[in-house]
């Protein structure tokens, strides 16, 4: 494939869709909505919410390695419903990582948005008459507030960021080059929480992952990896 064929199916990779701009003003404004639902509860506002919000960011990137990892390492472009749209992105990431340098705001978060609605329309149905209730409801929101920005520290992971994100990054707030650089080892099997990166080392200590792949290839017969690359669309 020559240049002129590399750069227009790079383009083709990143054309930006309507329902990624869709995508992330409605992840916007629910988060919001849930905001302003919250403040008009005084007993919210309580020693314990910071620490809730925190431990939202903790289950941010949690999520973020569990998608990740499936992402990664179950089926191929051609899976039914998820195959072009979510599984492709993954594995052309692995082939050439600096590609995603050339995304813009709503093609780099669009997706990551649109994972994260189904989280953020939950807390609706939690009753915030309850302690219990107010703390799973932010804690719920928090998940999907900090989790719809995965894809945005992701992609500062591959570049040099701005001078506030670079400060994050060096204090291990969010996710950093130096840390995601593992991941990018063939078989790409490590390293998988990509929001701030915090859950990596507990998951790679217990073999969480390894561990998971093997009830699944146990219980199904399905191999792990077969497909860790794809080739950008137009590729002969």
């Not at 054309?15 to 992840?27: F, G, Y």
Request: hydrophobic residues 45%; glycine residues 8%.
């Amino acid at each position: 494939m020559n240049t002129t064929q590399s750069n227009s199916a790079t383009k083709s990779e990143f054309a930006l869709k309507p329902i990624e701009v869709v995508s992330v003003l409605v992840a916007c404004g629910l988060v919001v909505t849930h905001l302003v639902l919250f403040a008009r509860v005084p007993a919210f506002w309580h020693w314990s919410t910071p620490l809730v919000i925190l431990l939202g960011l903790l289950g941010a990137d949690f999520v973020s390695g569990v998608v990740h990892w499936a992402g990664d390492t179950w089926g191929d472009e051609n899976t039914p419903w998820f195959g072009e749209r979510f599984l492709r992105p993954f594995r052309f990431h692995h082939a050439r990582p600096l590609d995603m340098l050339k995304s813009n705001f709503f093609t780099t978060n669009g997706d990551t948005a649109l994972a994260t609605l189904p989280i953020l329309l939950v807390p609706f149905f939690i009753p915030l008459d309850t302690t219990a209730g107010r703390l799973i409801a932010l804690f719920v929101v928090s998940v999907g507030g900090w989790g719809m920005w995965t894809s945005q520290c992701h992609q500062w992971a591959h570049r040099k960021p701005p001078r506030v994100v670079a400060w994050l990054q060096r204090r291990g707030l969010i996710l950093s080059r130096e840390h995601h650089r593992w991941h990018h080892k063939a078989p790409f099997a490590a390293n998988y929480c990509i929001t701030t990166g915090w859950c990596n080392g507990f998951l790679t200590a217990i073999r969480f992952f390894p561990a998971l792949e093997w009830i699944i290839s146990r219980g199904t017969g399905c191999r792990p990896r077969r497909q860790t690359t794809a080739q950008p669309r137009g590729a002969s």
